[in-house]
């Protein structure tokens, strides 16, 4: 069974810092990868998306992921974070027509 | 545009009651649709999910049971609710039979088990 693991549960760091958020997931076959965020009183929404091509994935908001297949891993980063950027984000994977699965999420705040 | 809508956005239960959460599509058809269950520090845990109307996959063994009476139409119900049922319960759907569509997400509903 396919699998997702986030290993920052929470991760705090100041405004213009660098981001990168660590997503590692375990199946062996061809995989669609995603980010989802969720801000503060917000429903979950789509940040970026791979299914194939360039594993450099650029997304909404300065966001980007990169797809290394060797390391199973789609790491989230951003070059320099906003207070805006305080949310939760989820990595999640399928393959074929299955439902997605989430990592269990981390939830970045960040400072002013 | 595709809307989804979830009702309702709170609810608190007495233990042993029953319970029905309703979502509902509007503009697709056929669209697969999932009710998940988040917890803090726990992600989005998929309960069930349906590839059309009668057709519900179940994924973990739990007080709940989902139905599909309609093609845009997704219930989540409980005949008597435990206090472990409480928690935040998001509806999604996504286009059919493709896997490289996301998921989109409802805004939930919070249910307490008091």
């Known amino acids: 069974a396919q699998s997702v693991s986030q290993h920052n549960h929470h991760v705090i760091l100041s405004e213009a810092a660098s981001l990168e958020l660590g997503c590692n997931y375990s199946?062996?076959?061809?995989?669609?990868l995603f980010w989802y965020v969720q801000y503060p009183g917000q429903h979950l929404q789509l940040l970026l998306k791979y299914f194939s091509g360039d594993p450099l994935v650029k997304g909404i908001k300065g966001f980007e992921a990169e797809f290394i297949k060797s390391k199973f891993s789609f790491n989230l980063r951003k070059p320099s974070v906003q207070w805006s950027d305080t949310a939760e984000y989820f990595c999640?994977?399928?393959?074929?027509?299955?439902?997605?699965?989430f990592g269990k999420g981390t939830r970045l705040s960040v400072i002013a | 545009s595709q809307t989804i809508h979830q009702w309702p956005a709170t609810l608190v239960q007495p233990v042993g009651s029953p319970l029905s959460l309703e979502c509902t599509v509007e503009?697709?058809?056929?669209?697969?649709l999932y009710w998940y269950r988040q917890a803090a520090g726990r992600g989005l845990q998929l309960l069930f999910y349906s590839v059309g109307i009668g057709q519900i996959s179940s994924e973990v063994p739990q007080n709940l049971s989902a139905s599909r009476p309609q093609d845009r139409q997704f219930i989540l119900s409980s005949k008597k609710l435990l206090l472990s049922d409480s928690g935040f319960y998001l509806c999604?759907?996504?286009?059919?039979?493709?896997?490289?569509?996301?998921?989109?997400f409802g805004d939930g509903t919070r249910l307490s088990i008091l």
């Open positions: 199946y062996g076959g061809t995989v669609n």
């Open positions: 999604a759907w996504s286009v059919s039979r493709t896997s490289d569509q996301p998921q989109h």
């Open positions: 999640a994977v399928n393959s074929g027509n299955t439902p997605l699965v």
């Open positions: 503009g697709t058809s056929n669209p697969n």
